[in-house]
């Protein structure tokens, strides 16, 4: 069974910074993207970031500058460092793992974590 598990969300006041930490596990054989989402209240859930498993990253632009993810491929593991955060930042955040593909099968499919509350005070 796939499990992402993720950490390092929590409270901040504006401007300051967070790291959170997703680390897929469960017979994996290989994982094409990794990145982050959010959901803040009332909203739908959005891109925040991504990144494949060759390198090539994508973010929104609200937070392009701001924001900076890393993978580590051997772990399978993806971080998002959130530097100069803003209240409007606030929202529950969720790991993603596309095409993630498990050892002994041949096909793949998508995968989420429970999720991880940022929350940013002004």
């Known amino acids: 069974q796939v499990q992402l598990v993720e950490s390092g969300g929590g409270l901040v006041q504006a401007g300051g910074s967070l790291r959170l930490s997703c680390a897929a596990s469960g017979s994996i054989f290989s994982i094409n993207a990794m990145g982050w989402y959010r959901q803040a209240p009332g909203k739908q859930r959005e891109l925040v970031t991504t990144?494949?498993?060759?390198?090539?990253?994508n973010y929104a632009s609200s937070v392009k500058g701001r924001f900076t993810i890393s993978r580590d491929n051997a772990k399978n593991t993806v971080y998002l460092q959130m530097n100069s955060l803003k209240p409007e930042d606030t929202a529950v955040y969720f790991c993603y793992a596309g095409g993630l593909r498990r050892i002994g099968t041949y096909g793949s499919r998508d995968y989420w974590g429970q999720g991880t509350q940022v929350t940013v005070s002004s």
């Open positions: 990144s494949t498993s060759g390198g090539d990253t």
